[in-house]
């Protein structure tokens, strides 16, 4: 990690968005994670996404568990309100604020054992309750912060630094996205910069339940032979089955991939999922084909990459709610209080 | 007709049968039904009868953990004089269920009634020489009026209030009308009912005499309103401007959430059919206050509703609210517990848990409530106050006042009160360079200015965090931030002692240097007691504490007295550690009156427990003086 403070200063000829803003003024606190951490790859691509979405960042809250993954929301848009909660309870936190204010967009960050372990129930039933967000973990397989025991995520088999074998299954986060009802899901690997930046932007665009499984090796604890996570690892064996773009509404589609190479799927918000196969017989909308091909590959010991399944025409918590559009949290006394004539009637109904 | 059942006059000649109690509008009728046989609307039923005949009526529902099948009980307490609490003591019992019918028996007051089923014969051993009995072949009746089961059974309990109403005289016409109330969406049901109240009072008026215990109308009632807590509660969660409420079911807290969606389905829906209100009902008590504090977090006014096991379960999140200083507003509705069983019994046993919530150095206000008329106004209160004090505010009920139905004044409120969103600071205040420091205490009392997330494109946004910041959000380990910041934590909870409601002092007639401290359901009871202790030539002088942290008043009233009885439902003596620990006040100057069986306090065990105590520290002034004389 580095301790010096980040210069506020950037060249001038920084590209800008749309808005305005050059890629630095997406990005936070200098990060005090172990160098080369695969979780600095992810907050990169999260910064990279938002530039290029042109998302305002007051209009972005980045909520966080607690572990290594969850320090990360400091180390990006530091413009953006952020909040690092309690041990694998983000999805709580993110639902409640997603329902008090519907408008803005919410990026949730997690990890391996924040999610998977002491966090798997409020995973699930966020994105059963179809909480719209953009649900990101940063896996490794080990608990970092207290120097290296296995995650819940770790593969059976897989060697800790000390040479332990993992003897309990593990859990694929991906798989259980999709049982669950998330609408948008996809895996990466932080070393994957192409990969990983269409796939957040397509799932800050998504609206609905959108999971993100990053493989994430830990450079101090879980990136040694024997792992299951480590970069080696996950290099040799990534099966990436799409290349997406992401478009947006108010950009023009150009058409450059031969007929059957490209599928594009438009979102709700006009946004266009532009899906470069790699694997001609996958299709990303069919959410039992996902289902199977995740298992089969993974039977081969492969690890699948890309968008893996997106639902188009998803819905959320506020649509199943029957929400006001306005946000609640600027609902006044008017809105909210039904006053002294209607409280008169409740008397009289319970004399 | 005399009063013979004051709670003053405990003991009775136990040698010759004593004479038929005698009393009108003062008496405790107390039902035996088996749970799930429909008996509750019948007893409802019987219950506000006498309250439309202007008589004050207090009536407990005592239910086990079960749908179906378990003995439950019904208290109806008339007091033409307004007590409301327990009294203690049985004058009239109907019981009906045979598992219970020895104890049930066992209960009368000498000279009280006993009313039942004689369809079977009972053995002279089943009764008591000291009571009178009174048969109605309840089963009988209604079996030879009814062909089809379930009805013989549902149309028996509205036979029975039928004999009842001759016995101690409620009008048939004003059940009449509460049956046309009732089944105003089903009139079908209204002449059935009818005539099986009727099947019961025409019995009786031919075969039985009314007894000795009598009701006539009165006006004592007003225009009072007879309601549950829970839904006094969440009528003031609506009034106060709550939006999303997260909850997980758990007695006796559930029909607090399931009154707020019927609330909000009335209050809180648009033109359009869309709803100014979110309500999710989550996987666990930990999602629960999660999405509370998310939602607090992002200005909207939240809640979740739940009991001591919830708490427990809410601990972690409780700190980081009152760390991170995020609104939040918890209504416990106490009860006995673990396991199931006592759940459904009354406790004030949750005050240290909610006061001392969470890891590290935390402490939280509470409010308590004494009926269901505080429940309203301290529920749409504690939004205020959480949003003001930017942390975990808890609205202590407990199942006595949460799930029974009490006589209250009937609910107010003043169309000018505007919402109380505190400390926030807007975009235009930001724009105009307003200094903003997330916990810089800029008003001296210790309360900061918060951002909602989304204010201003460049200014006023922060990162939160449990601990682990300095003045402006930053981060920061070092021991001095967190110290300082600690400290302006305590003087934001010397600050919320003026803004919690205070307590309500009861002088007693005589000059006296004994005083009691009491809260929340124990009220109407304490009073009846203090009363009847008065009369008894016991001068106290009471203080119904409101609330936690407790003002310079409650400590100022214990400093002026001599000794102070702390009378509470709970083992621990609870509200006399938070005393002590609070308020540094000495263990012997304040006594414990506590009473914790699950069952709520009475008139007459507090009247003797607190006339006990004064009568032996009476005795020890005498010795003590003639010791000194000698």
């Known amino acids: 990690m580095t301790y010096i403070l980040k210069p506020k200063l950037h060249h001038p000829s920084l590209p800008k968005n749309e808005l305005g803003f050059t890629r630095r003024d997406y990005e936070g606190r200098v990060s005090t994670l172990c160098a080369g951490c695969g979780h600095d790859s992810i907050s990169a691509a999260i910064i990279q996404s938002a530039w290029e979405l042109g998302i305002e960042p007051h209009r972005l809250a980045k909520m966080s568990g607690i572990g290594c993954s969850s320090k990360t929301p400091d180390y990006f848009l530091g413009q953006s309100h952020g909040f690092n909660s309690v041990h694998g309870r983000m999805p709580s936190v993110l639902t409640g604020a997603n329902l008090a204010n519907r408008d803005l967009i919410y990026l949730g960050v997690s990890g391996d054992g924040d999610s998977a372990s002491i966090g798997l129930g409020q995973f699930a039933h966020s994105i059963r309750r179809g909480v719209n967000m953009s649900y990101i973990v940063e896996n490794n397989g080990v608990y970092g912060l207290t120097k290296g025991q296995f995650s819940a995520t770790s593969d059976k088999g897989s060697k800790s630094k000390k040479g332990i074998e993992n003897t309990e299954s593990g859990i694929d986060l991906v798989a259980l996205a999709l049982q669950l009802g998330a609408t948008y899901v996809g895996r990466s690997f932080s070393g994957d910069k192409d990969q990983l930046v269409p796939l957040i932007k397509g799932a800050l665009s ?127 006394t008017s809105d909210l209080t039904p006053g002294a004539d209607a409280l008169a009637k409740i008397n009289a109904s319970l004399r | 007709m005399p009063d013979t059942v004051s709670i003053g006059t405990l003991t009775q000649a136990a040698s010759a049968k004593p004479a038929p109690l005698a009393a009108v509008n003062d008496f405790v009728v107390k039902f035996a039904n088996v749970n799930g046989s429909g008996s509750a609307s019948a007893n409802g039923l019987f219950a506000k009868s006498i309250i439309r005949m202007g008589v004050p009526v207090a009536a407990r529902n005592i239910f086990p953990s079960n749908i179906q099948g378990l003995p439950t009980w019904y208290e109806v307490r008339v007091s033409g004089a307004g007590h409301l609490g327990r009294r203690g003591g049985v004058d009239l019992a109907v019981p009906l269920n045979p598992q219970t019918w020895d104890d049930d028996v066992k209960e009368i007051s000498p000279g009280g009634y006993l009313f039942y089923d004689s369809t079977k014969p009972l053995p002279a051993s089943k009764f008591r020489d000291d009571i009178y009995v009174i048969g109605v072949p309840l089963t009988a009746i209604c079996n030879e009026a009814y062909k089809i089961p379930r009805e013989r059974q549902l149309f028996k309990n509205i036979c029975y209030v039928g004999a009842l109403s001759w016995l101690i005289n409620i009008d048939p016409a004003v059940i009449e009308q509460l049956l046309k109330e009732e089944f105003a969406a089903k009139p079908k049901l209204i002449p059935a009912n009818l005539a099986a109240f009727n099947l019961g009072r025409d019995y009786a008026q031919k075969h039985l005499k009314p007894i000795g215990l009598q009701l006539q109308k009165s006006d004592a009632v007003g225009n009072r309103i007879f309601v549950e807590g829970n839904a006094a509660a969440a009528l003031g969660a609506v009034y106060g401007g709550a939006t999303v409420c997260a909850w997980y079911p758990i007695t006796p807290s559930t029909s607090l959430a399931e009154a707020f969606t019927g609330y909000c389905e009335d209050f809180r829906m648009n033109p359009d059919g869309s709803n100014n209100f979110a309500i999710v009902q989550c996987e666990d008590e930990i999602a629960s206050i999660g999405v509370v504090v998310g939602a607090g977090w992002n200005g909207a006014r939240s809640f979740t509703c739940t009991s001591g096991p919830g708490i427990s379960l809410m601990n972690e999140f409780i700190g980081l609210s009152y760390f991170a200083e995020i609104p939040a507003v918890i209504f416990d509705v106490q009860r006995g517990g673990p396991s199931t069983g006592m759940p459904t019994r009354t406790q004030q046993s949750d005050l240290l848990l909610a006061a001392y919530a969470s890891h590290g150095d935390t402490k939280h206000p509470l409010l308590l409530p004494a009926d269901p008329g505080e429940c309203f106004t301290m529920g749409a209160q504690a939004f205020d106050l959480s949003d003001r004090l930017q942390t975990t505010v808890f609205v202590m009920l407990d199942l006595d006042i949460g799930m029974q139905e009490w006589l209250v004044e009937p609910f107010q409120w003043d169309d000018k009160r505007q919402i109380d969103r505190g400390k926030v600071m807007t975009a235009e205040m930001l724009e105009a360079g307003t200094f903003f420091g997330r916990y810089t205490d800029v008003d001296g009392d210790g309360i900061p200015f918060r951002t909602y997330p989304g204010t201003h494109p460049d200014k006023g946004a922060y990162f939160t965090r449990g601990t682990s910041r300095n003045r402006m959000a930053g981060y920061s380990e070092k021991g001095v931030d967190y110290q300082d910041n600690m400290e302006r934590l305590l003087k934001k909870f010397h600050t919320a002692a003026t803004l919690v409601p205070g307590p309500i002092t009861r002088e007693a007639k005589k000059k006296t240097r004994i005083g009691a401290i009491y809260f929340g359901s124990t009220t109407p009871a304490m009073h009846e007691a203090l009363e009847a202790l008065e009369a008894a030539g016991h001068h106290i002088n009471a203080m119904r504490v409101r609330a936690f942290p407790f003002s310079q008043d409650v400590y100022d009233f214990i400093h002026a007295h001599d000794e102070i009885c702390v009378v509470e439902q709970n083992r621990d003596a609870q509200l006399r550690s938070l005393l002590m620990i609070e308020g540094g006040i000495d263990a012997s100057h304040l006594t414990s009156i506590l009473h914790y069986d699950g069952t709520p306090i009475t008139a007459r065990f507090l009247f003797d427990a607190i006339g006990k105590r004064l009568e032996a520290r009476k005795a020890t002034r005498q010795v003590t003086s003639k010791a000194d004389k000698q």
């Open chain 1, 206 to 332: 998504h609206h609905g339940p959108a999971f993100i499984d990053v493989i994430s090796p830990c450079v101090a604890f879980n990136n040694h032979a024997g792992s299951t996570k480590s970069f080696d690892y996950v290099r040799e064996h990534n099966e990436a089955v799409n290349r997406l773009d992401v478009i947006l509404g108010r950009t023009p589609i150009t058409a450059d991939y031969r007929p059957g190479e490209v599928r594009e799927v438009t979102q709700h918000d006009g946004s266009t999922l532009r899906l470069r196969k790699l694997h001609t017989d996958y299709d990303a909308t069919d959410k039992i084909g996902a289902a199977n091909y995740l298992q089969e590959r993974h039977a081969e010991g492969e690890i699948v990459t890309g968008l893996l399944y997106v639902d188009p025409e998803a819905t959320d918590l506020h649509d199943r709610l029957g929400t006001t559009a306005k946000p609640l949290n600027q609902l006044g």
